[in-house]
C-alpha cells in the first residue's frame, strides 16, 4: 500500500469507556448533549456549556487507550509517512497510543479557542466565560475548540488532498451518519482507493464499502495491521 487514510469514530473510544453522543443513556444532567453542542447553546447559555465541556475534559483522565489506538499508531510507525488518520473524536486517545500524527477533524476537548484573536491553548483547569485568553488577555472570547453541530469541520481540504491519493481506506468505530465524514468513503471510491469498514455493527453507509470485518475494533484492527505488514 502506497497510501492509506484512516478514520475513526466514536466507536473506537467507547472500547476505552467514553460515552458517545448517541448512547442510551446519554443524558448529561438532564439535557440532551446534541442540544449543547451547538452555537446557539453557547449563545444562550454559556455557562451550561463550559459546565458541560470542563466535565469531559475532565473525564479523560479516567480513560486509557486501548489496543485500536496502539495497532494503528504501530501502523504508522512502521509506515512512516503512509498513514493519514484523521478522527471524528475529541478526545487523546490517539495520542496517547502513541500516535504522533492525528488530524482531528472535529476539534479537541483539551484546547480552547479564542474567538476574539484566533490563537489556541490548552488549559489546565476548569474555565469559562470570564477566564482571559493567555495569549491576547481579552476576556469573554474563549470557547471549547470543538466544531460544533452547525459549523465546518477543521482540515477539510487538507483532508480531501489525502482521500484523493489514498490507495486503502479503512473506517474505524463510525456511524455512517454524521456528514461530511460520512462521504468519505465515496470520495475515496471516486479516486480508485479499495475501502474496508471495521464495526460492531452495520453502519448507514456500510453497502458502499467493498468489505466489512464485524466486531470489536480492539480485535479487528489488530487483524487488519497484521495483514497489511504481513503485505
Known sequence: MEHIVILTGAGISAESGVPTFRDADGLWENHDPMQIATPEAFARDPGLVYRFYNARRNKLGEVEPNNAHRDIARLQRDFPGRVFLVTQNVDDLH?????????????????????????????????????????????????????????????????????????????VGTSGVVYPAAGFVRQALAYGAMTLEINREVSEVTGVFHHQRRGLATEKVAEVVEEILAG
Open 95 to 171: 495520542e496517547r497510543g502513541g500516535s504522533e500524527q492525528v488530524c482531528h477533524m472535529h476539534g479537541e476537548l483539551r484546547s480552547a479557542l479564542c474567538q476574539l484573536c484566533g490563537e489556541r491553548h490548552r488549559p489546565r483547569q476548569d474555565y469559562d466565560h470570564s477566564s482571559p485568553c493567555p495569549d491576547c488577555g481579552a476576556v469573554g472570547g474563549v470557547r471549547p475548540d470543538v466544531v460544533w453541530f452547525g459549523e465546518m469541520p477543521y482540515f477539510m481540504p487538507h483532508i480531501e488532498g489525502q482521500l484523493a491519493r489514498c490507495d486503502l481506506f479503512i473506517a
